[in-house]
């Protein structure tokens, strides 16, 4: 693998991923999807969305059902998190994943067990219409993947769609994991496309100021949705 370019933390990078591209080999593909997954789960990528979740259903109430959209579900790994917590609390979720990818999407269904009963369903989030209102919309590492117009038009999207709430948690911009995921392909056999991309994810991604100016840009107001920080992600969102 070619060494990557200096990473430069004052501005985001317009490098693309290989995830992003169209023309992947499926093996490949899912092969890289299972790698990213087991290394979100060492970084504890789901612990700071399971814990909202378990404040949103509470908000809500137990006693009703609570529809969840995971946008960008990839790997589908977060939604079966999900699907594992609400069994151990008695939650009763209905639980919906999207992502732009059609392969990614066949992948997903492929690694989860049909009990789980996960609704996944391909397409634009900004075309998407629901099969059922949605109480929750969530994303995990995916805004990095966005513009800085599409992430405002993302952050209006959710506040608009979600009944009770929604969360993004995504990457920060900082030398600390950028380094970190270069060292990891050095000491682990990860999927080499995990590193390339782990690396680029870091260096697309918005620093706490971003975030707050497009919070503005979006008309949502700071102190609804201020953005918190976990081991070099941020999490921004609110329950309403």
Not at 31 to 47: I, K, T, W
Not at 62 to 78: A, F, Q
Request: glycine residues 6%; contains cysteine; charged residues 30%.
């Amino acid at each position: 693998m070619p060494a990557p370019p200096a990473f430069d933390p004052s501005r985001r990078s317009d490098r693309t991923e290989w995830l992003d591209r169209t023309d992947r080999d499926p093996q490949e593909l899912a092969a890289e999807l299972r790698d990213l997954s087991r290394l979100d789960r060492a970084m504890f990528g789901h612990r700071p969305i399971l814990a909202w979740l378990e404040r949103a259903v509470h908000a809500a109430g137990r006693e009703r059902t609570l529809t969840v959209l995971d946008v960008g579900c990839g790997y589908g790994d977060l939604l079966r998190a999900m699907r594992k917590r609400a069994r151990m609390r008695g939650w009763d979720v209905r639980l919906i994943g999207l992502d732009l990818s059609h392969e990614t999407v066949r992948i997903a269904q492929a690694a989860t067990a049909p009990g789980d009963a996960i609704d996944y369903r391909t397409g634009n989030v900004f075309d998407f219409v629901p099969p059922k209102p949605v109480d929750v919309v969530v994303s995990s590492l995916l805004t990095h993947h966005m513009t800085d117009d599409m992430i405002v038009k993302f952050l209006r999207w959710m506040e608009s769609t979600a009944r009770r709430g929604w969360l993004i948690c995504d990457l920060q911009r900082h030398a600390v994991p950028y380094r970190f995921i270069g060292l990891a392909g050095k000491l682990t056999p990860l999927h080499r496309a995990v590193i390339h991309d782990g690396r680029i994810s870091v260096a697309r991604s918005l620093t706490r100021a971003e975030w707050i100016e497009r919070l503005d840009a979006a008309g949502i107001a700071r102190e609804n949705a201020a953005p918190r920080w976990f081991l070099f992600r941020h999490v921004i969102g609110r329950l309403k």
